[in-house]
């Protein structure tokens, strides 16, 4: 069971923008520790796609956002297209587990 | 170019014990913390263990402390993650990365190609 929850899946059609969520609480994201993002293509490992909140590592594309509000993030993705196709997880710290937590997942579906 | 190769997966029996490594290249391996994380088939991420650039200091995840133990080699750009007393639910893919920011605030910035580890009979 993962302490922040995001939709199993996303699909949308290519140059669409569909938007993933990743909810928490008030220990997690509501106590406004930093929210990042991973893309997983398949077979591969999971490489780092947006930090503390709405930042991109080097060579991100922008059509990559993040987001949040309250106990929310998001991540947006504009202009979608076929190699957009992965999962996509959050990740914050949690007060009470003094961890880091990750979304339980989000794939990303072209259509 | 930075990169972080993991080795030693395989067949593990329940109760066994396997020893992972992970080699780094491409930067100053000691003067950076490492962790491990753990993706079960079909499931998400998990992080495992974080040790510090010095070795002195390491973390658990609360499913394998006294179970797993974190080391690391700096005169070899090694770092090692010793598990004993394996359980099926231990059965994953184990990745190598390179913790940015604060420990246990930032992100994973970089991971390897990850290693399989099937605890079975």
């Known amino acids: 069971q993962s302490v922040l929850t995001q939709p199993p899946s996303v699909s949308g059609a290519p140059g669409q923008r569909v938007t993933i969520s990743c909810t928490g609480s008030s220990s997690n994201i509501g106590a406004g520790y930093d929210v990042h993002w991973y893309q997983q293509l398949p077979g591969t490992a999971p490489k780092l796609l947006i930090y503390n909140d709405n930042n991109r590592p080097s060579g991100v594309p922008d059509r990559f956002s993040g987001s949040r509000s309250g106990t929310s993030a998001s991540l947006a993705i504009a202009g979608l297209q076929a190699d957009d196709e992965a999962d996509y997880y959050c990740?914050?710290?949690?007060?009470?587990?003094?961890?880091?937590?990750f979304g339980s997942g989000t794939k990303v579906t072209v259509l | 170019e930075v990169q972080l190769l993991e080795s030693g997966g395989g067949l593990a029996q329940p109760g066994g014990s396997a020893r992972l490594s992970c080699v780094a290249s491409g930067f100053t391996f000691s003067s950076y913390a490492m962790s491990w994380a753990r993706q079960a088939p079909g499931k998400g991420l998990e992080w495992v263990s974080t040790i510090s650039g010095g070795g002195e200091s390491t973390y658990y995840a609360d499913s394998v402390r006294g179970r797993f133990t974190l080391s690391r080699d700096n005169s070899r750009d090694t770092l090692y993650l010793q598990m004993s007393g394996l359980r099926a639910d231990d059965t994953a893919t184990y990745f190598c990365t390179i913790p940015g920011g604060q420990l246990f605030f930032g992100p994973f910035n970089l991971w390897g190609q990850g290693t399989v580890v099937t605890v079975s009979t």
């Open positions: 990740q914050s710290h949690d007060s009470t587990l003094r961890s880091y937590v």
